[in-house]
Structure formats: structure tokens, C-alpha cells
């Protein structure tokens, strides 16, 4: 059963109740974190998950819910992790892939997802609103409906079509706007009270951090319960980073992993770059992004609420933030696909970009194990890669 204890900001530490809808903290609009009572949970044994569902929902100790009665669930999680032949053979290390686009929705989005749409109807919320820079936009479109709600979706005007189309068909409303996911924001932010809505923005509910964090319970238990020694992961808005860190604690306290963690790399785009910028110059949050560019649309977030917790966790990881031109994000596609036949989503691509360059300084050694995420299905980017190509 779960051992959900409490909700708490990130921040200020301030306790708030898990039995009722909450978004940001009610003291300091920071975002607020689920809380198990993992003491209860001390000589758990991990053969507790054999037999169960291989889904992201097997976790039920450490997720906000076990009742499957009232998860919405499309059977997200547990994805592949890939060794990857081919590019090994070019760089000689260990590389895997976290392949993330066999989600129901074609991304890792769908696990955040899952996870907020369970419990903003489990607290009786019935019509949500979200930005989106594409993928979040369509899981909820597709986890909403499903569970009976109405969903309202908010996204950039050229975000990938692939993307709008799917969100036009599975939400409730799909509006297009002028500007950024920031500007996709505001609107969310300034009509969600008149309307009704309930904000599943990223960060702004305590839910969506849980979902994604499954994914580092699973690269624990794929690699027979130890860890990688580095994490290249796409950073937007940052929910997977924080909440994989936030899995690595959890399965100490359990017993299930020991002390080492992952060097956690957060990769962005020399387009779009905050968190790298505010890493470099030793900042404890970034400043906003301007004029934001780039055609791996899930990382152009100009300003993250939680980029905080992702310095945070890059920095006691010993890792590193890493910015990737554009053309060596485009020319990784072709790189990934010609040497182990994957179709990375751009953002997975810029990982690859990160990886080629800490390989070159030596910052990565032969012997280590590294995991590329692949947050998306490629050919949910099809027109956006096509027009790039043009340029190249």
C-alpha cells in the first residue's frame, strides 16, 4: 500500500495537506513535493515487484496512490532500455537509451501525467488547463478524457503539428497562441480561476514530479538495482531531472540502491539555454531566456519554476549543464539513426551532442555506463525536422 505521508514545499520546507487539491505552496508559491513515510517502509524487500504490472504504477509504496481503482492509466512506464551497438563502437563506453517514446502518448509526458490527472480527479478537480510545448499537451488531452474531464490545452503557435493534431483530437479545447510556452502560461495562469480550471502546469501540482520519477526507479531495477555513473537528460522544465534525484533518495532510504548516484547532465540548446547559463556562472536559480530559438520544442522553456531544484540536483550529483548547437543536434538524429537504427525525438538528439563533447574532454570515461534519454517519438517532429534540414 502507499505510504503517502504529507505534501512539502521545496522551499520553505512548509507542510500542506496530501488529502486535498493543492497547487503551488499557500506560504511561498514554490512547488511542493510528496513526502512518504519510508520508515515504515525500512527491510522492504524489492521482490515485492515480481508479479506485478510493468507499469509505472508498480512502484505503489512510493507512489501518491495504490488503489488501482482510481489511477488513470493507458499502461505508461517501464520502458525499454536499449544498449546502443552501434554508437558504443564509436565512442567506446557503455551507452544506453532510456527510450521513453513507447508511452502512450509517444512521450515521457504521458507519465506526469497519469500521475496529476489521477489525483486532481481523486480531490474532485473536473476541468484542467495546461501549456504545453506539444507533448504535455496531448498526454493530457488523452489521460483527461479518459478519466471524464474536461481539458484545456494552451500551445505555442508553431509547435509541431503532429503534436496539435493529436492534442485537437483528444482535448476538450486546443487554443494556439502567439508567443512561447511562457506566454501559453500566462494565459493559464490568468483565466484559471475565472474558468474553473485546475493549473497542472509543470511544477505548479505536486503530481506530475511523481510520475516522472518512475523513471529512475526503473533504471535501478534494469540495471539489477545499481546505478549508471551519468544521466544525459533533455531539460525544459526539468520535472524528470528533479524527480529522478528525488527516486535515487527515495531508494536509499529503502535499502533498494546504495549511496552512488548518476552524474545528472541537464541538456539544453545553445538557443535556449537558462539553466546551463545560470550553472556556468554559479547562480542558484536562472534568469529568463530571450528570444528563445530552437526546433527541439520540449526544451525551449525560457524560464523553469523549478530551476532551483534542478541546479540543486546537478550540483550535488557532481554533474553538469551542457548547451548543443543546433546543427549538432540536427546532425545527431542522423547519427543515432544510421548507427542503432533509432528515431530520437530532437531533444534525445541534443543529448547525444552533450555526450560527443564531455566524451572528447575526457569528462566521461571508457569504462562508465551512460544513458541517453529519448524523451519522444521522433516522428511526432517530422515537419519540424524537415524544415532544418533545409538549412543544412
Not at 554508437?87 to 509526458?109: A, H, W
Not at 480531490?123 to 474536461?150: C, M
Not at 485537437?168 to 474558468?195: F, K, P
Request: glycine share 12%; proline share 5%; charged share 25%.
Amino acid at each position: 500500500m502507499s505510504c503517502f505521508a504529507e505534501l512539502e514545499c521545496s522551499r520553505c520546507g512548509h507542510r500542506h495537506d496530501k488529502d486535498r487539491l493543492q497547487g503551488l505552496c499557500l506560504q511561498c508559491h514554490s512547488p511542493l513535493l510528496a513526502r512518504y513515510d519510508l520508515e515504515s517502509l525500512a527491510g522492504l524487500d524489492r521482490s515485492v515487484l515480481l508479479g506485478r504490472p510493468p507499469d509505472m504504477w508498480r512502484y505503489e509504496e512510493v507512489m501518491p496512490t495504490s488503489d488501482r481503482s482510481e489511477i488513470v492509466t493507458l499502461g505508461e512506464g517501464m520502458t525499454p532500455l536499449l544498449r546502443m551497438r552501434g554508437l558504443e563502437r564509436r565512442y567506446g563506453c557503455q551507452i544506453f537509451t532510456k527510450d521513453e517514446s513507447v508511452n502512450p502518448t509517444g512521450s515521457f509526458k504521458a507519465r506526469g501525467l497519469s500521475a496529476a490527472v489521477t489525483m486532481a480527479r481523486k480531490h474532485g478537480a473536473t476541468r484542467l488547463a495546461i501549456p504545453s510545448a506539444g507533448n504535455a499537451g496531448g498526454a493530457l488531452g488523452a489521460y483527461g478524457t479518459y478519466a471524464g474531464l474536461e481539458t484545456y490545452v494552451f500551445v505555442p503557435s508553431d509547435t509541431p503539428v503532429a503534436n496539435i493534431v493529436e492534442t485537437e483530437l483528444t482535448a476538450t479545447s486546443c487554443q494556439l497562441v502567439d508567443g512561447l510556452i511562457s506566454d501559453a502560461g500566462a494565459i493559464v495562469a490568468q483565466r484559471h480561476e475565472a474558468e474553473g480550471w485546475f493549473d497542472v502546469s509543470t511544477l505548479k501540482e505536486p503530481y506530475r514530479i511523481e510520475g516522472k520519477k518512475t523513471m529512475g526507479y526503473e533504471l535501478a531495477e534494469q540495471f539489477g538495482w545499481s546505478l549508471p555513473d551519468v544521466i544525459f537528460y533533455p531539460t525544459g522544465g526539468g520535472t524528470g531531472l528533479i524527480g529522478m534525484w528525488k527516486a535515487f533518495e527515495e531508494m536509499e532510504a529503502l535499502g533498494w540502491v546504495g549511496s552512488q548516484r548518476p552524474r545528472m547532465v541537464a541538456v539544453q540548446s545553445e538557443g535556449c539555454a537558462p539553466i546551463v547559463k545560470a550553472y556556468e556562472e554559479g547562480s542558484e536559480s536562472a534568469e529568463p531566456w530571450l528570444d528563445p530559438a530552437t526546433f527541439a520544442s520540449g526544451i525551449r522553456v525560457p524560464k523553469a519554476l523549478g530551476d532551483f531544484l534542478i541546479l540543486d540536483a546537478v550540483r550535488a550529483s557532481e554533474g553538469c549543464a551542457v548547451a548543443v548547437p543546433e546543427s549538432e543536434i540536427y546532425h545527431a538524429l542522423g547519427e543515432i539513426g544510421h548507427a542503432d537504427g533509432l528515431f530520437y525525438c530532437p531533444e534525445g538528439a541534443a543529448c547525444l551532442g552533450a555526450f560527443r563533447r564531455l566524451r572528447d574532454s575526457g569528462w566521461i570515461q571508457e569504462q562508465e555506463r551512460v544513458v541517453l534519454f529519448n524523451t519522444g517519438a521522433g516522428t511526432k517532429y517530422v515537419d519540424s525536422i524537415k524544415r532544418v534540414a533545409a538549412g543544412y
